[in-house]
Nanobody, 122 residues
């Protein structure tokens, strides 16, 4: 059974940083691309960043480019999201999931975890 556990969220002031972690078990982690999603109140869930199975290639949504960095450690079955220069509009619940490339975009392909809340506020 595939299990996900996101952690590392919290309350941070604008301009601050957080590092999110996602532990995944129950499947061969190193064979799958992974992504971080977020969902703000009243909005649809959106893909924030994705990383290929090897970790060599990454993709970011425009609003976080230059501020967020996705990375992974296949030996530990972990994927991370380093978030710097946080803005109030980054406030959301953040989730990780497996992603697959289809057509011209990444799509979630696994089950969702509980997510971790990130709140950016002064």
């Amino acid at each position: 059974q595939v299990q996900l556990a996101e952690s590392g969220g919290g309350l941070v002031q604008p301009g601050g940083s957080l590092r999110l972690s996602c532990a995944k078990s129950g499947f061969t982690f190193s064979l799958h691309a992974m992504g971080w999603y977020r969902q703000a109140p009243g909005k649809e869930r959106e893909l924030v960043a994705a990383v290929t199975s090897s970790g060599e290639r990454t993709k970011y949504t425009d609003s976080v480019k230059g501020r967020f960095t996705i990375s992974r450690d296949n030996a530990k079955n972990m994927v991370y999201l380093q978030m710097n220069s946080l803005k109030p509009e980054d406030t959301a619940v953040y989730y990780c999931n497996e992603v697959v490339w289809a057509g011209s975009s990444w799509y979630p392909s696994g089950s969702w975890g509980q997510g971790t809340q990130v709140t950016v506020s002064s």
